[in-house]
């Protein structure tokens, strides 16, 4: 497995693109700013197995968190609503 | 450009939800307890059994039907494309042989 970059309370924002094939990042939290919750582990890439290849070396992955109303414009919750998503590591820089 | 592929709803408008609707209840009918088998056999997941496919070939078959077959397509029926395009990819069964099956099936039937 390779180390992973990130460390849990490190603010991260998810890449803003929109490539073909099998994508694990769903298209709503593309461009969102969050937190890292934790570190998942390390797994073969989804998008290379999608395409009958390996997925290796093992990508870390990670728990992320973001604010409801940050990624939702017109949410109407509570400030302190939080959203979690797993997002494999080569779809997050540092924010 | 694809933006956004059809699966990926997340946050569109969708009604209301229904707790424990349709799924909660529905009594799987014996050709869907069938493709569940088989997906699990073929992925390897029973110990000692060999993956000759992968869950994420399976999701990008799905990803890859026309948005309108997936809408009118049942989970299983989805199940069903994204085990036969895996198959054909993996060299497992030809489309030859899938289309003669087929045939078969239907005359057996009475179609």
């Keep these: 497995m390779l180390a992973a970059k990130y460390k849990p309370g490190e603010k991260v924002k998810v890449l803003k693109a ?7 990042t769903p298209y709503y939290i593309r461009g969102c700013v969050g937190e890292i919750e934790r570190i998942c582990g390390a797994f073969p890439n989804p998008e290379e197995l999608a395409q009958m290849r390996s997925g290796l070396p093992p990508l870390p992955l990670y728990r992320v968190r973001f604010r409801q109303k940050e990624v939702w414009p017109d949410y109407r919750g509570s400030d302190a609503d939080v959203l979690e998503v797993e997002i494999f590591e080569h779809w997050l820089d540092r924010a | 450009m694809i933006e956004r592929s ?13 707790p424990g609707g349709i799924d909660a209840t529905h009594d799987y009918a014996l050709w869907e307890r069938r493709v569940d088998a088989m ?3 073929l992925q390897g997941i029973k110990p000692g059994t060999k993956r000759l496919v992968t869950v994420d070939e399976r999701r990008r078959a799905i990803e890859m039907i026309p948005p309108k077959a997936y809408d009118e ?13 895996a198959l054909i990819q993996r060299g497992i069964v030809t489309s030859e042989e ?5 045939v078969e099936v239907q005359t057996r039937a009475g179609g």
């Design chain 2, 6 to 18: 059809h699966h990926d709803m997340g946050g569109l408008p969708a009604g209301k939800v229904e």
């Design chain 2, 73 to 85: 397509m049942s989970y299983y029926e989805r199940w069903v494309i994204s085990l036969a395009e």
């Design chain 2, 39 to 41: 997906a699990v056999l």
């Design chain 2, 98 to 102: 899938l289309a003669r099956k087929m």
């Design chain 1, 18 to 24: 929109y490539p073909l094939g099998h994508i694990r």
